[in-house]
């Protein structure tokens, strides 16, 4: 069965210093999103993408952030100068006609 | 921004009962689903309703989509031990052209053998 890949499993990382997650979308999805979930909260939404553009994100998603489809089966989130409260769980989904998100196991981001 | 509330917050059941869980919301969403989360892995789809009233279930799994779209249920029947971990529902404003998933808080469930 078709799954969402996420690379590194966990990033080490200095405050200051910018980060790369990796994810690979299921195959024939158009829609891309990463969510991060702090340890022990709920999941929240980051920003979603489509068409190769941004199609919404959240409050969370400052100038910090940016996403990028490089080639036709990546979809990496960058953060460039992290934060301690960046630390947490960081997952991309993917969903063919926007509504069922599947996700991926996840990145843990740990910032010192 | 939009809340859903979700409960219980955690639960203790014996294996072979019946559980149920539900969410509500103060917004409407025009699609209801259900995540479980194992730890340290992704969330993975249960259950997906898109229409108020629906019923749909999932082997041993059956969600509803409330009348009103603010509000959903789960139930879980004759549990297992490999039904522990955490439950979480998500509103979708599809409709909205909004296609961010907003969680609930999770529902942790664990299974006495």
């Known amino acids: 069965e078709p799954e969402v890949t996420q690379t590194p499993s966990h990033q080490v990382t200095q405050m200051g210093q910018e980060v790369i997650l990796r994810c690979v979308p299921i195959s024939n999805h158009l829609y891309f999103y990463w969510y991060r979930q702090i340890l022990g909260q709920k999941v929240e939404f980051l920003v979603s993408f489509y068409n190769n553009e941004i199609s919404e994100k959240s409050e969370i998603f400052d100038d910090q952030f940016s996403v990028e489809r490089p080639d036709g089966s990546n979809f990496t989130l960058k953060i460039r100068s992290t934060k301690l409260e960046d630390s947490a769980m960081y997952f991309c989904?993917?969903?063919?006609?926007?509504?069922?998100?599947?996700f991926g196991p996840g990145t843990r981001l740990t910032v010192l | 921004g939009q809340q859903l509330n979700q409960s219980p917050q955690s639960m203790f059941i014996q294996e072979g009962e019946d559980v149920s869980m539900n969410c509500t919301s103060s917004s409407i969403f025009n699609t209801w689903l259900w995540y479980k989360q194992d730890p340290g892995e992704g969330p993975v789809l249960l259950i997906a309703l898109y229409k108020a009233g629906e019923l749909t279930s999932n082997g041993r799994l059956t969600a509803q989509f409330g009348i009103t779209r603010k509000d959903s249920f789960l139930n879980i029947s004759a549990s297992i031990p490999s039904d522990v971990g955490i439950y979480f529902c998500?509103?979708?404003?599809?409709?909205?052209?909004?296609?961010?998933?907003?969680f609930g808080k999770g529902t942790k469930l664990s299974v006495i053998p």
């Open positions: 998500a509103g979708q404003r599809a409709g909205a052209g909004s296609y961010q998933l907003t």
């Open positions: 989904a993917s969903s063919g006609l926007a509504i069922e998100q599947f």
